[in-house]
C-alpha cells in the first residue's frame, strides 16, 4: 500500500483550486467543509476525513484516488468541464456549448 503524504496532496488540492480558478475559501465552502480545514490540513499534515475527500473530489471532477497519491486516474473529464463551465456566466458558457455540440455532432457523422 501507497504511504499518502499530506504535503503533495494539499499541493495536488492547491493546483486543482488555482485550475477552478477560485479562491480557498470559495473552494472550501463549494465542497462543504470550514476554510480553516484547508489551512490546518497544510498546517498539521494532516489527511481529511473519507467524507471530506468524497466531497473534494466530487466538487473539483477528480478521483479520490488522484487527490491522495497522484496517480491513477485525474478526472472525470466531463466534470471537469462541467466545473470549468459554471464559473462561467450564462453569456460566456453560451458560445463554448454551441461550439461542443457542433463538434460532438460533426465527429458523430465521422466529419
Known sequence: ?????????????????????????????????????????????????????????????VTIEYILTGKGPLSNDIAVLNASLLTLTEKERRPIIIAMRSFVSAYKNGQ
Open 1 to 61: 500500500m501507497e504511504e499518502i503524504e499530506a504535503e503533495k496532496m494539499m499541493e495536488r488540492i492547491d493546483a486543482i483550486i488555482e485550475e477552478l480558478g477560485i479562491t480557498r475559501k470559495e473552494f472550501a465552502a463549494k465542497c462543504g467543509i470550514q476554510y480553516q480545514s484547508l489551512v490546518d490540513w497544510k498546517s498539521r499534515g494532516t489527511i481529511p476525513s473519507a467524507k471530506i475527500l468524497y466531497n473534494i473530489a466530487k466538487q473539483s471532477g
